[in-house]
């Protein structure tokens, strides 16, 4: 009887699974197979379109930088400006950063250095002042690896504003926008967006194991879950690659740090998000839940042009997120996480199956499998539709390698990641405290 019990939980369970795997490939075909529409938006006067400010903070000599940045001066849209944000004078981005400037001396962009510290996140330490001297109210912010295409821009806009695409409405929705003034706009209503995100799309020049890992990880798994989730609107899932969002929205934000929260005067805004390493989840979750508005996303991906890493690399990252994120989730997501993946998977399915209907065990655990991989590779040539052009030519093989080697690894890497809640990132060890805020204890080296 209790294994009848069980084999109908796993079953169910299996069932759950699949069912968001399917999910997040339908929404991946849909949304991202053929070119998405060109906006409007770029056809209109500078006068009638919303503004648009684009920070990238940067940090050293990221992979492929320099066309990472290129691509925010070439973006189709008639008003928007760039601020690279650096915390160093002696920054070696700083010398990158000039010469796209030169080349695209038409696009109003500008430098801002400062060295403000008030937190544990270089990143929001990075962005607080860029913040305060962007010209307009949308502030898209986008991560020093990523490069994007033209018309992203356009797009996002659009899924913010909730500017139609289509001819017969787009004059009237024009005029109702709020953002079409950038000193004046209504404050935010219940289920209007606060957020527009990009799935991210990895892209390997340098082929290391950890690389190849790390882009079949990002391009299946990752893509094929953070689709589905989004899909199905329950919780806020976002990932801090590209973002955009409003910063009076954001300056609106109470902070949901414990220990701020202690303060005579708590800090509101960009600040009140200091203490958190995962920033743009903590961000992403205080505009869902505070200010109760929704996030949408587009067609487009972001492209993260990953570096040469080695198979500790790989680990590392994906241990210290998984140490950050146990923090910030409900104690059954993460408890749960390892029955997500492929092969832990097909195991209780395949059991289930057998127990209930005399099946063979390894046959189905050998479909399971086989099936898992073709969704994957599915929702990869999806989301690679736009951009097929970008980016070395990709050998099926050696990709699946890749990908097997990364579903081996989940469950290993996920008992490590639990065990502990110090993370080392760029180069400082954090204590990751039962908030999600992060203490810094040292500055060893980065692992």
């Known amino acids: 009887m209790l294994s009848l019990i069980l084999a109908v939980f796993f079953l169910v369970l299996y069932t759950l699974i699949w069912a968001l795997c399917l999910i997040g490939w339908r929404t991946a075909k849909i949304r991202y197979t053929g070119r998405s529409p060109p906006s409007r ?95 307009y109210d949308l502030l898209w912010v986008i991560d020093s ?30 005029e109702s926008t709020p953002l079409l003034s950038d000193d004046m706009r209504k404050p935010p209503a219940a289920g209007d967006v606060g957020l527009v995100h990009h799935v991210p799309y990895a892209v390997v020049y340098q082929k290391t194991y950890g690389s190849l890992i790390e882009q079949a990880f990002l391009n299946t798994t990752h893509a094929k879950m ?16 590209s973002n955009m969002y409003s910063r009076a929205n954001i300056d609106s934000l109470t902070t949901p740090s414990p220990t701020l929260r202690k303060l005579p005067s708590p800090p509101t805004g960009l600040a009140a998000f200091s203490p958190f390493l995962a920033e743009d989840n903590m961000i992403a979750l205080s505009l869902w839940h505070e200010l109760h508005l929704k996030h949408a996303m587009t067609g487009d991906v972001a492209l993260d042009f990953i570096g040469a890493l080695s198979i500790r690399d790989y680990i590392g990252r994906r241990i210290r997120w998984i140490r950050v994120r146990k923090r910030m989730t409900p104690l059954l997501a993460t408890l749960i996480e390892p029955f997500t993946e492929s092969i832990i998977c097909g195991i209780y399915g395949s059991w289930a199956i057998a127990r209930l209907l005399g099946a063979n065990k390894l046959a189905i655990f050998l479909v399971h499998m086989v099936l898992w991989l073709l969704v994957d590779l599915s929702v990869r040539d999806a989301l690679s539709s736009n951009v097929r052009d970008i980016g070395p030519p990709s ?10 080697a990364r579903e081996l690894l989940a469950l290993p890497i996920w008992l490590f990641g639990i065990t502990s809640s110090d993370v080392v990132w760029r180069g400082k060890k954090y204590k990751i405290i039962q908030s999600g805020e992060a203490i810094c204890m040292d500055n060893t080296d980065d692992t």
């Open 41 to 135: 938006l770029t056809t209109v006067p500078p006068s009638a379109a919303p503004g648009v400010t684009i920070i990238r903070p940067l940090c050293g000599l990221d992979n492929n930088l320099y066309n990472a940045l290129e691509s925010t001066m070439r973006l189709k849209y008639p008003k928007y400006e760039v601020i690279f944000a650096l915390q160093d004078e002696d920054d070696e981005a700083l010398p990158v950063v000039k010469m796209v400037m030169e080349k695209y001396p038409d696009v109003p962009a500008s430098i801002s250095i400062n060295d403000a510290r008030i937190g544990v996140n270089p990143k929001i330490n990075n962005l607080l002042t860029p913040f305060t001297e962007a010209r």
């Open 145 to 174: 690896t990523i490069s994007v295409t033209p018309g992203t821009l356009a797009r996002t806009v659009e899924a913010f504003t909730g500017i139609s695409t289509n001819m017969s409405s787009f004059e009237s929705d024009l």
């Open 226 to 241: 953070y689709l589905a989730i989004n899909t199905l609107a329950v919780d806020s899932c976002v990932m801090g690659k």
């Open 395 to 404: 050998s099926t093989l050696q990709f699946v390698v890749a990908w097997a």
